[in-house]
């Protein structure tokens, strides 16, 4: 069974049925009902109450959580390995590098958030001191590719989490499943206990069902004013 992340809840969608076929042998992997707008906009404004929250907790604080999420998920491997060949077709050397990257990326990106300091400018009539101050942003909203599906999801969750966002992110329609369990787990696991420190959404609905499609593009998401930025990553 697979669910959605949203709000810190796992829930069930009630639009279309969609299904994850295995590529390499057209076995159909799992079949759920895709989400409607108004889940899409639950998981906006959950992320950014979790941005209140998250953003002022000290670099230390985060690197406990991010660090501790990574650790469940170097003890979930092999499993989520293993699904993730399913549905996407690869090798186990292909998805073992796909899955690994994510484990890379939250260790990289918390580290390089240490040594991201600020810069004070001096002013040429000495009247003004100008300072440069790093601090989070806010919502992010990301898409996933369907070819690596996990890597992606990598270079989306470790420079977002680390720097004190939050985010709202869609997986492919294709390679789903991999992208939903690790949303499980962050639910499930021991980053999120009694209180909503970061906020991982995981919506999944077709272009028309979720109305966050690529038809909405930017323009859908002008009246979410705590989206701060948007990321796609497209093959081809």
């Known amino acids: 069974m697979y669910f959605l992340t949203i709000n810190g809840k796992s829930v069930?969608?009630?639009?279309?049925?969609?299904?994850i076929y295995n590529p390499a042998t057209g076995e159909v992997l799992?079949?759920?009902?895709?989400?409607?707008?108004?889940?899409?906009?639950e998981a906006l404004s959950a992320a950014d109450s979790a941005f209140k929250l998250w953003s002022k907790k000290s670099i230390e604080e985060r690197e406990k959580s991010i660090l501790s999420f990574r650790q469940e998920l170097i003890?979930?491997?092999?499993?989520?390995?293993?699904l993730l060949m399913d549905e996407t077709g690869k090798s186990l050397n292909n998805a073992t590098?796909?899955?690994?990257?994510?484990?890379?990326?939250?260790?990289?990106?918390?580290?390089?958030?240490?040594?991201?300091?600020?810069?004070?400018?001096?002013?040429?009539?000495t009247s003004h001191l100008n300072i440069i101050e790093h601090v989070p942003l806010g919502v992010v909203v990301g898409y996933l590719a369907f070819n690596f599906p996990i890597l992606n999801l990598g270079y989306k969750l470790g420079p977002i989490l680390a720097s004190g966002c939050t985010c709202v992110l869609k997986p492919s329609s294709l390679t789903?499943?991999?992208?939903?369990?690790?949303?499980?787990?962050?639910?499930a696991g021991s980053v999120l206990i009694n209180e909503p420190l970061y906020d991982f959404n995981l919506p999944h609905g077709g272009l028309k069902e979720s109305g966050?499609?690529?038809?909405?593009?930017?323009?859908?998401?002008?009246?979410?004013?705590?989206?701060?930025?948007?990321?796609?990553?497209?093959?081809?």
């Open 30 to 41: 799992a079949e759920f009902n895709s989400v409607s707008a108004e889940p899409c906009n």
């Open 97 to 125: 590098y796909d899955y690994e990257m994510l484990i890379n990326c939250l260790h990289f990106f918390n580290e390089e958030n240490k040594r991201l300091y600020g810069k004070i400018i001096p002013n040429r009539t």
């Open 75 to 82: 003890e979930k491997q092999d499993e989520l390995v293993k």
């Open 212 to 236: 966050i499609g690529k038809e909405c593009s930017l323009y859908s998401l002008e009246e979410y004013y705590y989206v701060k930025r948007l990321s796609i990553k497209r093959k081809g």
């Open 12 to 19: 069930q969608g009630t639009g279309a049925i969609e299904k």
């Open 176 to 187: 789903t499943l991999t992208s939903l369990k690790i949303g499980e787990g962050i639910n």
